[in-house]
């Protein structure tokens, strides 16, 4: 899955483009942040963020690596973090509930065979949907 998002990035020269003007633009506000602290660091930053917003419009082509290498960069980082962030979900949030409600005593589906029933099935009553139950569903 990793694998064919990372062979099939756009680098065509608008994304490219894109690329290089926004990161362009990101290091000449952290380098307006850093002169309003007055650190001399700021110049860096403004000359690599202005490099690049140069590179964007005079030539994409010499920014296209740097696209590829941010942008698989970022669907590593997007596959690595959503992984982390599911497990954490699940170890905080799931498994306590689970965990609660098996002291409790709670089933939330009823699991078993009762041979008393002679079908599963529940019925359901027929409502009359109208136009706006449509446009509202929740």
Do not use: C
């Amino acid at each position: 899955m990793l694998k064919e998002e990372l062979k099939h990035i756009d680098t065509s020269e608008k994304a490219v483009k894109k690329t290089g003007f926004t990161v362009g633009i990101v290091l000449i506000i952290i380098s307006f942040i850093l002169w309003w602290f007055e650190k001399e660091s700021f110049v860096y930053f403004s000359g690599i963020g202005g490099i690049f917003i140069i590179l964007a419009y005079i030539s994409p082509t010499l920014l296209k690596p740097f696209h590829k290498l941010w942008i698989g960069l970022s669907l590593v980082l997007g596959f690595v973090m959503s992984r982390i962030i599911l497990t954490v979900l699940f170890y905080l949030i799931v498994t306590p509930i689970g965990l609660l409600a098996k002291v409790v005593g709670k089933k939330f589906m009823p699991l078993g065979f009762d041979k008393n029933v002679s079908t599963y099935w529940e019925k359901r009553e027929k409502t009359i949907k109208e136009k706006i139950d449509y446009d509202r569903q929740f």
